[in-house]
């Protein structure tokens, strides 16, 4: 049986929501509408609050087409068995026909569910 410090612990979850972080990231660039399939709410850089399904509706339809993210800095806090992520990115995305590079701060709450963290709601801003 293996024993973990606290210190340990830490790191091993702060690995782990970043790589959940990462992994809805790729799903995005990807096109991957059935691994991002779980619900929450995403609040754009608009300030529209958009529900889950509509976001995912959209990307189907080709109006959200991710092309290539960026991953610049990530930070984590974890309190129990919830999260917190910012991380800044440049999204290569074409959204509504407007082709961009967008300098993305995402802030991302994560809730810890059996053995994987979950993304409860997202909320993208500029930098």
Known sequence: M???TSDELTRIEHAEVVNAYRAHLQAMTD??????????????ITGYVQPKAEWLSQMRAGRFDYHHVDEKDVTVGIEGDTARLVGRIIADATVYGAHANWPLRLTMDYAHEGDTWTALRSVATTW
């Open 31 to 44: 096109g991957d509408t059935d691994t991002l399939d779980d619900g929450f709410a995403l609040t754009h």
């Open 2 to 4: 293996t024993t973990w």
